[in-house]
């Protein structure tokens, strides 16, 4: 080990630095034309069942699997997609009424057991806009209900992805969050199913789970951010606490309507978003956290505030995925609380992974004699990291709703790092040469790339 000259060694964190920032920068191909949910309202009216819904017809209309990918660039039918995304409503109107006995087929509707056929009612297509923005639009469909029902389900195709379904018109009313290609609870016509505080709670948690892994890319890159600074108990708790604080702040004040006045004042002076201000910012301080990391060997007197204030940044973040579908009125703050319990799951998930990623390298640097044991474990896990990024598995690319190597590969850049980690053990601070500061490089990277596509791309 001695023999490796300072030159060499120099020119190694070089070449595995840029291994490890062109895998992670891949991360950023799934950064646009997110995939949202579909919301329908449900009345029944004059002996019918009358849906009102919310939705991104394009998706539907080019075929897009929606269980199979979080960002419609990423399907093989974006082309199609993005021809569609382009047409103005009369057209768009045109080709989804056309596709509407397909669609028709897909959806299930279930007057006590029995099934029934939706008729289309109404399609209002939304305003071409900015074509790189995802299109909501409007169909009202119905079907008549059989005299004397009392109860009813509904459901659709997996391929059309997340159903939020909302009951109106009644007291205690149903509203269920269904994933994609699951059938609602049988639902009383007459009211009354509404959820328990507990039930929302517990129904919200996966929700929240998801939108940190693995729907949350920059949230996940902001978490790990924290972790490279130091991989001590300490600095990390002090981190993760003050961020989970602030996003917890900011999450709440949003989705009790609290933050409106900044929306007002943004499309009013700006005349653009206030979520379009947040996005660039939560991916400056991706970089900020991650350059930081490349400076400092530990937290500085101003990290604490710095972080603070990105966690409210991250809590309108989360405030606006929650916005995409609304929380329950009634059990509002169980709801609430269950889905940010779910984003500080995740968060705690990714730390976890990381750390099992890097603990040895770890253990060696701090004076563990397993460096034999090092490199076998790093070897093997290098070689499932890339083969599971070359062979894509599908069942495991549905888990993720993103290709596999998306993940697999930067992890496998992880690995090699903590191997030249073990490799140069007798470097002082090899751990933090190594791995910590060339994946803070690669994190800034994918920031400052963000950054740059929200605000000018």
Known sequence: MKSFSVSSKVSLIRALSSAVVLWITSLSLAAAHEVLPSITDMTEVDGKLVFEMSANLESFVAGIDLTETSDTNDAPQAASYDVLRALEPPALEQQFRSFWPQMAGAITILADGQPLTPELDNVIVGPVG??????????????????????????????????????????????GYLEAGSLSDPISLSGGDQATAMQSFL?????????????????????????????RVRPLLLQVSLFTLAHTITLALAALGHTKVLDDFFVGTFNIEFIAVVEPLIAASIVYVAVENIFMKGISPWRPFAIFLFGLLHGLGFASVLSEFGLPEETFVAALIGFNVGVEVGQLAVIGVMLLCVWQALRIDRGRNEAGQGFALYGVLTVVAIALALLNPQALETALENPVWLFAAPLAGVFVLCAASIQFRDHLESYRVFVAVPCSAAIALVGTYWFVERVFL
């Open 130 to 175: 900015n074509i790189e923005a995802v299109r909501s639009s409007d169909i009202v469909f119905s079907a008549d209900l059989p005299e004397g029902t009392q109860k009813v389900q509904v459901g659709w195709d997996r391929s059309f992805g997340v159903l939020v379904v909302r009951q109106m018109g009644v007291d205690a009313p149903y509203d």
């Open 203 to 231: 129904r919200y948690i996966p929700v929240g789970f998801d939108h940190i892994v693995p729907k949350g890319l920059d949230h996940i890159l902001f978490v790990l951010g924290l972790f490279f600074l130091a991989a």
